[in-house]
Structure formats: structure tokens, C-alpha cells
């Protein structure tokens, strides 16, 4: 189409292409077979508007042909408008780990995306730890506690107009964050509305928890959130019996909350089935925050009233021992040589 490429060119306006399968899915006014006969699909014009304007598009101009001098053909046109607001350029979503809360455990390529982004979107908590780096022209998008879908929707729908966005978890996104829900939604879309999509991986917990501790993950290691908010709590109990019976080190997220009290006792029982008493556990709580504060207790007198949802608890294996104030975890089985 070079007629088409040039006036793009000519103009800077951004120019899309469709198949004919994209085009046959759209239902449109006024269908016809000549064309289908001719090209492959119904509609061409009323088709490609739609098409161009999204989900939820109207028709504000249905197909007109111009004919120009005799010899120099026709040109078909057609008008739709889009639902929502729309920009020429590609919208960006990034997917942020934010790390444990200090700004030095920020990862570069997690800072390079934030700069970036015109919108931050995230809990208020996890935006008020990055909040030093915000710039006056970046907007923040404050989302409430257990509302990660509506945080998914908002972030997407401000990609899909064209906005480079930062959606932002704690920790690590891909890790009981939101990259997965914002994925899921992502690949819902129709491939002509997806922005572009990138995760930025960041510090998790458990291995901030692991550096100020010492060495207790140097042998095979699972995590295990202890929340039933969304997965069954008989579907935990049977991970937590796995976990205890492979002898894992294990970390503990979402451990303990006001209204989830009892589950942190049971993972305690179940653990102390197949390893020793004396097992050393840490309640790590606030990592890389003013507040930090590290415990560690045998495992049969983990001070429960202790944990709260800012903890993690990191659970050792059967050899796991605690000396001069470290927490090690030996690589190799007992009596095997370290190497």
C-alpha cells in the first residue's frame, strides 16, 4: 500500500495493518459478498475501524466511497470511536519488585523502569518507600489492601491509552506479587490492544532475610504463604506436610495477620513432626526497613504473639544450626564434607 505508507509518513500518523481473520471477527453495517469474493473477508473499511478503535468501538461513519478523476479509482473510508481514550504511541506496563523497602536494594533495571513511567500504580504503603525517587510529573495511583484485581485492571487500562505505567508489588513481583494477575488480564486482551509487557524482577524477602541471617539456604529450600485468603487451607497443610517430610528449609510468608491467627501454630506442629525441637526458626520482621528486628528461637518456642503480617519466618532444616549469631545451613547431608 504505498499510497497508504506515504500519506502516514507524510502526516506522522500511525498506521495499522489487520488479517483477514481480524477483520472477518468484526460484525459490521453493511457486509458485502463482492468484497468477500474479492479479498477474503467481508469488510475492509467498517472492519478496520472497528478493529483500530478496540473493544467496545461504535461506527460513527459508515464506509463511503470517494471517487476521484476517471482512471484514478476510489478510496473507501470509515469512522469509529474508541470506548476510552487513545494514544498513537504503544503503552508500556512494567511489572516492579520493589525489593524488601530500602531504595539501595532496588535493583537498576527496576529504578531504569520507574523512571520511565508517567504512572505509578501500587498499595500506598509500597508507593510511600519508593516515593523519594517520584518525580513531580509521574502520577501515583494509590490502591487499597487485598485489591489487586482493580490495581491490574486500573494499570492496564492506562497501558492500553498509551501510558508507560508501573505497576508495583513489594518483594519480588513474580513471587506472590502481581505479575502473574496483571499477565492473566494481559493476555486477555486482543493482540491489537496488549501494550507491551516487561517484568522487573526484584529482592524478595526470604533472601533478605537469608543476608542478615547468614547462610540458612545453602541446601534445597521452598516457600509456602501461609494465607488461605486464596488457596484452600487443606491444599497448605498437605505442602506444609511435604515440605516438613522432605526436609526443607522453609519460609513462611503472610505468616500471621489479626484475623488469620491459628495456621502459623499448625505449620509449627506439622514441621515439628520430622525435624528436631531445637530446629531454629527467625521471625524476620520489616526487612531493610527503620523497624527491622530479627528473632531467633528453637522451633518448639517460636513465640507465636510475635509475628505479625510484616514477618516472615524462616524455618531450618534438621541441620540447620545457630552459632555466633548465625544461622547456617550445612550444603552437604550429614556427615557429607562441605564443599
Known amino acids: 500500500e504505498p499510497a497508504l505508507l506515504a500519506l502516514a509518513s507524510d502526516r506522522n500518523w500511525p498506521l495499522k495493518f489487520f488479517s483477514g481473520d481480524e477483520l472477518k471477527a468484526q460484525s459490521v453495517p453493511n457486509p458485502s459478498a463482492v468484497v468477500a ?8 473499511a467498517e472492519a478496520a475501524a472497528l478493529s483500530a478503535a478496540g473493544s467496545g468501538a461504535e461506527l460513527r461513519l459508515e ?21 476510552q481514550p487513545w494514544a498513537p504511541q504503544r503503552g508500556h506496563l512494567h511489572l516492579i519488585g520493589a525489593g524488601p523497602g530500602a531504595l539501595n536494594q532496588l535493583t537498576p533495571a527496576a529504578q531504569q523502569a520507574l523512571a520511565s513511567s508517567s504512572a505509578w500504580v501500587g498499595y500506598g504503603l509500597y508507593l510511600d518507600l519508593l516515593e523519594p525517587l517520584r518525580r513531580a510529573d509521574q502520577v501515583r495511583f494509590d490502591g487499597q489492601l ?3 484485581k482493580e490495581r491490574c485492571q486500573q494499570a492496564l487500562e492506562l497501558a492500553r491509552q498509551g501510558v508507560v ?14 505479575a502473574g494477575l496483571a499477565l492473566e488480564q494481559w493476555l486477555a486482551l486482543a493482540s491489537q490492544e496488549q501494550p507491551n509487557f516487561s517484568v522487573h524482577p526484584g529482592i ?5 532475610a537469608a543476608a542478615r541471617l547468614g547462610a540458612p539456604l545453602m541446601h534445597d529450600l521452598c516457600t509456602i504463604s501461609l494465607s488461605d485468603r486464596l488457596t484452600p487451607w487443606e491444599l497448605i497443610e498437605q505442602r506444609l506436610k511435604a515440605a516438613a517430610q522432605g526436609d526443607f528449609v522453609v519460609a513462611l510468608y503472610n505468616p500471621r495477620s489479626r484475623d488469620r491467627h491459628w495456621q502459623l501454630g499448625r505449620a509449627v506442629e506439622l514441621l515439628l513432626e520430622h525435624r528436631p525441637a531445637n530446629t531454629p526458626a527467625a521471625i524476620c520482621r520489616q ?8 528473632q531467633i528461637h528453637p522451633l518448639a518456642e517460636l513465640p507465636l504473639e510475635a509475628v505479625d503480617m510484616f514477618s516472615l519466618v524462616l524455618i531450618g532444616n534438621s541441620t540447620t544450626r545457630f552459632e555466633h549469631g548465625q544461622m547456617v545451613t550445612p550444603r552437604g547431608y550429614p556427615g557429607a564434607e562441605l564443599s
Open 146 to 148: 487485598t485489591k489487586e
Open 63 to 83: 464506509k463511503q466511497i470517494s471517487r476521484g478523476q476517471p482512471g484514478e479509482g476510489a478510496v473507501t473510508t470509515a469512522i469509529a470511536a474508541a470506548p
Open 165 to 178: 505505567v508501573a505497576l508495583i508489588s513489594s518483594g519480588e513481583s513474580g513471587m506472590y506479587g502481581m
Open 204 to 208: 524478595s524477602a526470604f533472601q533478605m
Open 287 to 294: 526487612l531493610s526497613r527503620s523497624d527491622e528486628a530479627l
Open 37 to 44: 469474493a474479492e479479498v477474503g473477508c467481508p469488510s475492509v
